[in-house]
């Protein structure tokens, strides 16, 4: 258990829709990292936050957008919802803002139909 | 932008077996890290890399950060049935904007 939770953990919507992944760091984790993996491929960084504050951005789409709280959870928003996001989305979570060592939760899987 | 390269896609190896597996940027970093991903679940953080040239171990997993900086290598000896998964490297400058490579697939046969 790395520490780091996610709920859903499993989500079914449909295209057009709007979906909110949650992610909870490893307590006292500044850090928190959004990444995607598709079905067989490796992860995709979408975006950082450090503190509250976006510190990063990755391939991330227009459509997707996150934010960190000030208990340092984090949601990703994903809208608008096409086939091809369907996938794992991870959060990962480091001590402080230069922390290399990721810690991954479990993931959320998101199937669009 | 940045890519990395991991070789090979796929191994399938008999069980006591050492393995060995690379990972090649068009593009340098100051930070190299192997993660190992069982099915379903979130990758694990194997080895972590930081100066150019230095060679790590945890158990029987060793990893090498290449001199050129654009390179890593990881090696599992004598490999057992949990070895079994997907192996990814990551490369990051500063903690920011990691790139993971598309990773190498291990079974291992009994």
């Known amino acids: 258990d790395s520490g780091v939770t996610q709920t859903p953990k499993h989500l079914i919507t449909a295209t057009g829709q709007r979906v909110t992944l949650r992610c909870s760091p490893r307590?006292?984790?500044?850090?928190v990292y959004w990444y995607q993996q598709s079905l067989d491929q490796g992860l995709q960084f979408l975006i950082q936050y450090y503190n509250g504050e976006e510190r990063a951005k990755g391939n991330i789409l227009e459509r997707f957008s996150a934010q960190q709280f000030p208990d340092l959870h984090s949601e990703l928003n994903l809208s608008s919802l096409e086939l091809g996001d369907s996938a794992l989305y991870f959060c990962?979570?480091?001590?402080?803002?230069?922390?290399?060592?990721?810690?991954f939760g479990p993931g959320t899987r998101l199937t669009v139909l | 932008g940045q890519q990395l390269n991991q070789s090979p896609q796929s191994m399938f190896i008999q069980e006591g077996e050492d393995v060995s597996m690379n990972c090649t940027s068009s593009?340098?970093?100051?930070?190299w890290l192997w993660y190992k991903q069982d099915p379903g679940e979130g990758p694990v953080l194997l080895i972590a890399l930081y100066k150019a040239g230095e060679l790590t171990s945890n158990g029987r997993l060793t990893a090498q950060f290449g001199i050129t900086r654009k390179d890593s290598f990881l090696n599992i000896s004598a490999s057992i049935p949990s070895d079994v998964g997907i192996y990814f490297c990551a490369g990051t400058n500063y903690g920011q904007n990691f790139v993971f490579g598309p990773g190498t697939r291990l079974s291992v046969l009994p």
């Open positions: 990962a979570s480091s001590g402080d803002g230069g922390g290399v060592e990721q810690f």
């Open positions: 307590s006292g984790d500044l850090s």
């Open positions: 593009s340098i970093f100051n930070t």
